[in-house]
């Protein structure tokens, strides 16, 4: 059965070992006016094609506030090398080639393309595809560590954050360190949320809760651990498996 089938639940436990597979994280600006474009070809064509080729698709989504246009999508690999191995694949399959043409008759479909590779922390759970709920919303955090600072925000991830994010109804999709260079300081995770209003009545308790505080305080004593923290909530595109 490929990903595409799967109903599995995304469990908000670890791995019983690390996931050591190789993750890649793409973001694609569509041409104006071509999004939808762009998702009729992954929903009609890319998707089963990546499964043809040994890649494993997680979650598409696209941006609640989208003035860019941008699709970003989650894939997974048993590795670096099969990860070459299936996007050159990919690439010269015929299929695809008659796909592209096809879509790009009338003009580009991509402007850019922006790809992360990167690595599960050891304490993320064990990423696989969901479909809970449609509705839900998703919510793609990025931290920048402060110097030096990344193995001591992972261990306050690991040691209580993920256990208070579930305390407080929040599901953890994945977290993840980027591999490219010059991302040393990088943490990126996902979160669920039943909705976005959800998600803030859910931040306000957490960030109120005197377990919270006390971690928090005990463990920036020596300064703060992230020096910036971005957020991007998401919905689920109609042929995402994450949803």
Same mark, same amino acid.
């Given at each position: +059965? ?8 995304? #469990? ?5 070992? %690390?996931?050591?597979?190789? /993750? ?14 762009? $998702?009729?070809? /992954?929903?009609?064509?890319?998707? =089963? ?5 040994? +890649? ?9 506030? @989208? ?13 670096? *090398?099969?990860? *070459? =191995?299936?996007?050159?694949? /990919? ?5 695809? $080639?008659?796909?592209?043409? #096809?879509?790009?008759? !009338?003009? =580009? ?5 922006? &790809? %992360? /590779? ?13 479909? $809970? ?36 109804? +929040?599901?953890? &999709? ?6 490219? %260079?010059?991302?040393? !300081? ?7 949320? %039943? ?17 919270? &505080?006390? &971690? ?5 004593? @020596? ?21």
């Amino acid at each position: +059965m490929t990903s595409l089938l799967l109903a599995s639940i995304i #469990a908000p436990t670890f791995a019983a070992e %690390k996931d050591t597979r190789c /993750f890649e994280m793409r973001i694609y600006y569509a041409a104006p006016g071509k999004l939808d474009d762009l $998702q009729a070809r /992954f929903r009609n064509h890319t998707l =089963k094609l990546f499964e043809k080729h040994g +890649m494993t698709n997680l979650g598409y989504w696209v941006p609640l506030e @989208n003035p860019e246009n941008k699709l970003i999508y989650l894939l997974a690999y048993p590795s670096r *090398e099969a990860r *070459e =191995k299936a996007w050159k694949a /990919f690439g010269a399959d015929p299929a695809w $080639q008659a796909a592209w043409k #096809a879509s790009e008759a !009338n003009g =580009k479909l991509v402007t850019k393309a922006e &790809v %992360k /590779f990167l690595a599960a922390t050891d304490y993320s759970p064990y990423v696989k595809a969901s479909a $809970q709920d449609p509705e839900r919303c998703f919510e793609l955090r990025t931290y920048t560590a402060a110097p030096g600072k990344l193995a001591d925000l992972n261990s306050r991830f690991r040691d209580h954050t993920l256990a208070l994010f579930a305390k407080h109804g +929040m599901t953890s &999709v994945g977290y993840w360190t980027p591999t490219d %260079k010059g991302s040393e !300081n990088t943490l990126i995770y996902i979160l669920a949320h %039943k909705s976005k209003e959800a998600a803030k009545a859910s931040f306000d308790a957490f960030r109120e809760d005197p377990a919270w &505080v006390a &971690v928090k305080k005990a463990s920036e004593t @020596n300064g703060v651990l992230a020096a910036k923290v971005e957020s991007v909530f998401m919905k689920p595109t109609d042929y995402s498996p994450a949803k």
